[in-house]
């Protein structure tokens, strides 16, 4: 076979400078490298931003994906395509890409049409099923894989299966410095006669300071001119969530000691030329962090490389970096261990001098020219994989194989409807009807809709005051929760109905299992205890699908807790059982009507994780589909007119906004496990309800409001576009917006 050539246009994706995070730096690094290796070819990149207003990158990044935004990947797709890529470099780590466990970044491997080479920046040994479904995905879309340590490659191979001949170790690149002699460089910080020991990095509490700090103490009794630099800013993520708690609590440590004198702290981040600068003033280089499972370690390759001693921590790439000597590994969280490693070569010159100069050498093959080449290498293979099994051609990339563009997000109707207390139940048109109150239903829903966007920041607020309200209807004496509060903060009755109290579970669920905001976490487990206790008593069937939906949201955060496992187990059963005595060949379904909210029941049993409810679940759910399917194709909900009896006719009209949510939610679960497209196709089928694809051919959805009709009447859309409605197409949304590209439905003749 002849020799592939090297490519002549190479993307890469990732963080980018000046966004400050060590992906971007890599990034930044390597293509430059490889643009530097082959200046014939044409390098660029697409940056990840982690914030709407993005950063002012140099003309190298030609493109932008805002990291939440799942439109944005598949733009990002079409412009690689369009402009005739020949090899994609994509940098991996599951916190910079939005969706569960980062899977938006698998929208744009999907529809890419030429060769990956992915850069493992993390491969976990015991990932969660988000985590490992992603993994395999990426896998399975990538040409060729990248580790920066062996250890990498072997988690490859034993943990997902992957074939020794897909991997390619290539180390951290490093700056190619010249190896000087600290004290050359220790007037510039002040520092000149001491010993100086260095951190550096963003600072967060994964890195272990506090331990170094710890071992000060022995340190400086017997080499008291040392001295320890701890150099980076906070992560901005950290000082977001926490502000400055942790670089606090480093200085009261070290005051506390007794060593606030021999410990620097800059907070802040460095440029390439000054890191530089304080590398060679370092003696011995610290990373006492606290994870085992950290693969990689930009900060550990350039250190070594640049020819420091080094003391650390055993996590993976320190064990395999600093084996046979090249470096003094001491055990997690043990300050003594520290210092004694740091003295070993403080009391030896010799063995300190030795040490440096070992490790400068064999930094020699790390540094960015010799890295960019192994990349190329890489490339080379990728390109001639990809020729042996190529990608699907231009064909399909026809519009029923493509996702369709879903209406961007908009929440001015929701912000509009809600107000320090909660969101409104009712809209006159577009303006809130103060005189209808709130209500726990649409808090609920409101509540989970902000824990299923990617917008956890903007939307704090609003959560809050959702969970607020919750809060507040739970009556602690008799374990329920109430519905009906008036504008002046009045409850209007006793305890909320059994659905309403289901629904209350299921967004306490939501929270406690995915919330970003830990206080909010924490209330919702604590009221989710509280309300679960009556659930097992209830006897609405929708009561029991939403519990069990709120507890399959909560194991997330606590898989093993009993009361929940219990709880869902009852719940299950009792849905089962109302199947069993209800259920026939030709009336599959629960009960002797068809009433509201119906894909619940077989959605809860989906989830349950029980086979024989799981069949039931998909059985139950494929009837429904077959009575709401029009012989033209489109989605004809259950009307709330009248219903459907059994052996009677059924209700066309008036159609309500949460069957076609439910029928989404619904489906989209049967699709995550089954993977049968067949349940994708059908949610989309729902979800174009609210776009006009049902009866009357128009729109409920309100492009310019961002609300959604009250419900379908016989000849027109009811304009008033009140809570429950709104947030049943933005759930639904939301929901869309985090699955595979799904073909167009099919009309009736072709089921």
Excluded at 11 to 19: A, Y
């Amino acid at each position: 076979m002849d020799e592939v050539a090297p490519p002549g246009r190479i993307g890469f994706v990732g963080g980018f400078e000046p966004r400050r995070c060590g992906i971007a730096t890599f990034t930044h690094d390597l293509c430059e490298a490889v643009a530097e290796a082959v200046p014939e070819a044409r390098c660029f990149a697409g940056a990840v931003n982690d914030r709407v207003e993005g950063y002012t990158y140099p003309p190298r990044v030609r493109f932008e994906i805002l990291e939440s935004d799942l439109d944005s990947y598949r733009r990002a797709a079409d412009f690689l395509n369009f402009n005739n890529t020949e090899v994609l470099c994509v940098q991996h780590e599951f916190g910079i890409y939005g969706g569960p466990a980062g899977s938006h970044v698998l929208a744009l491997l999907k529809e890419v049409r030429m060769p990956v080479v992915t850069t493992l920046h993390t491969v976990l040994q015991q990932p969660d099923p988000a985590q490992r479904k992603v993994m395999e995905d990426l896998v399975r879309r990538s040409e060729r894989l990248v580790v920066m340590a062996r250890k990498g490659a072997e988690i490859l191979q034993e943990t997902y299966g992957v074939p020794a001949a897909k991997v390619d170790v290539i180390p951290h690149g490093i700056p190619d410095t010249p190896f000087a002699d600290p004290d050359l460089h220790k007037a510039r910080f002040g520092v000149e006669g001491c010993r100086v020991l260095l951190t550096f990095g963003l600072l967060g509490p994964g890195k272990g300071i506090e331990h170094a700090i710890g071992a000060l103490p022995e340190i400086v009794r017997r080499h008291p001119d040392t001295v320890y630099l701890v150099l980076g800013a906070t992560h901005p993520h950290l000082v977001a969530r926490e502000g400055e708690s942790y670089r606090l609590n480093l200085e009261r440590l070290a005051e506390n000691l007794g060593v606030r004198e021999h410990v620097v702290f800059y907070n802040r981040f460095v440029s390439a030329e000054e890191l530089a600068e304080f590398i060679g003033a370092t003696d011995i280089y610290l990373t006492p962090y606290l994870n085992e499972a950290q693969i990689t370690s930009g900060t550990l390759a350039h250190v070594f490389g640049a020819g420091n001693a080094v003391v650390s921590t055993p996590y993976w790439h320190a064990r395999e970096l600093l084996a046979d000597g090249r470096g003094i590994l001491v055990p997690f969280r043990d300050p003594q261990a520290i210092a004694v490693g740091v003295c070993a070569y403080l009391d030896d010159p010799a063995l300190l001098a030795r040490t440096r100069q070992e490790a400068y050498q064999l930094g020699r093959e790390t540094i960015w020219p010799a890295v960019a080449r192994r990349y190329l290498e890489s490339f080379r293979q990728a390109r001639t994989d990809h020729k042996l099994a190529p990608r699907t051609t231009v064909g399909g990339w026809k519009l029923g194989r493509r996702s369709y563009d879903l209406p961007p997000l908009r929440l001015d109707h929701i912000m509009r409807m809600s107000d320090g207390t909660g969101i409104f139940q009712h809209a006159t048109f577009t303006v809130p009807n103060f005189h209808e109150g709130y209500c726990t239903d649409d808090n609920a829903r409101a509540f989970i809709l902000c824990n299923l966007l990617d917008e956890p920041a903007c939307l704090d607020h609003l959560a809050t005051s959702y969970l607020a309200f919750l809060a507040a209807a739970l009556d602690h004496e008799t374990g329920r929760f109430r519905n009906f509060m008036s504008h002046g903060r009045q409850w209007l009755a006793g305890p909320g109905s059994q659905d309403s109290h289901g629904r209350a579970l299921w967004a306490l669920g939501v929270g406690a299992g995915r919330s970003h905001n830990e206080g909010h976490r924490r209330l919702c487990a604590q009221l989710f205890d509280r309300g679960l206790a009556v659930v097992e008593s209830f006897t609405a069937p929708r009561a029991w699908a939403f519990s069990l939906l709120g507890i399959h949201d909560f194991l997330r955060s606590d898989a093993d807790d009993t009361k929940a496992n219990a709880a869902g187990e009852v719940l299950t059963e009792k849905l089962v059982t109302l199947w069993q005595n209800c259920a026939t060949e030709v009336w599959p379904w629960f009960e002797t009507c068809v009433t509201y909210d119906n894909a619940r029941l077989s959605q809860a049993l989906i989830l349950s994780g029980r086979a024989d409810a799981l069949g039931i679940g998909l059985k139950s759910l494929r009837w429904l589909i077959s009575m709401q399917t029009t012989q033209a194709g489109h989605f004809r909900p259950i009307g709330s007119n009248g219903f459907h009896e059994k052996d009677g006719a059924r209700a066309d009209f008036d159609q309500q906004p949460v069957e076609s949510n439910a029928m989404v939610s619904a489906c989209l679960e049967a699709f995550r496990v089954t993977q049968d497209p067949f349940w994708s196709v059908e949610a989309k089928r729902a979800f174009e309800w609210f776009l006009g694809r049902n009866d009357l051919g128009l729109p409920l959805y309100d492009y310019t409001t961002g609300g959604c009709g009250d419900g379908l009447h016989h000849d027109r859309v009811n304009a008033n576009q009140g809570a429950e409605s709104s947030l049943a197409f933005h759930l639904s949304l939301a929901e869309m917006k985090h699955v595979e590209p799904i073909p167009s439905p099919p009309t009736r003749s072709t089921l």
